[in-house]
């Protein structure tokens, strides 16, 4: 399973998210499911106080040129996304809209709630097994 994939929108609607092709930072290699963002212009996988997100790659690659352009499911106002928590979410759940990403398992890091960008909305199948919204974007911001 990948480390964060689209579920639905808050309409409910379960198509797929937009995909779009962005310029890659040298000396990448992400997978299907990683989340990503925008530094100087170009797609880098997301780390410890990722602010804003670009989204999650939609394909793999392997240290591509820098510029090489890479698939990427657009992160979007509304859309919910399946992810996992590195620990039990469950007092987390609705807490703040802050919480960061774990750099190293590309998890949601319920220990760090400063100056990330993800919102835990519920306990999906387990108290891991999260459904998330960001709450920043690089291709525009909802606050």
Do not use: W
């Amino acid at each position: 399973m990948p480390k964060f994939y689209f579920e639905e929108d808050l309409m409910g609607h379960r198509g797929a998210p937009i995909i779009h092709k962005f310029p890659i930072a040298a000396a990448q290699t992400l997978v299907a499911g990683d989340l990503v963002f925008l530094s100087s212009g170009q797609v880098t996988i997301a780390g410890a106080s990722t602010a804003s997100v670009l989204g999650i790659m939609a394909e793999d690659v392997t240290t591509p040129d820098a510029g090489t352009l890479v698939a990427v499911q657009v992160a979007a106002p509304g859309y919910v996304y399946r992810a996992t928590a590195d620990a039990d979410a469950t007092s987390h759940v609705l807490a703040t809209k802050k919480y960061d990403i774990n750099a190293t398992t590309q998890t949601v890091d319920v220990g760090d709630n400063a100056n990330g960008c993800i919102i835990i909305l519920e306990l999906a199948d387990s108290t891991t097994n999260v459904r998330i919204m960001f709450t920043e974007f690089d291709l525009g911001c909802v606050n």
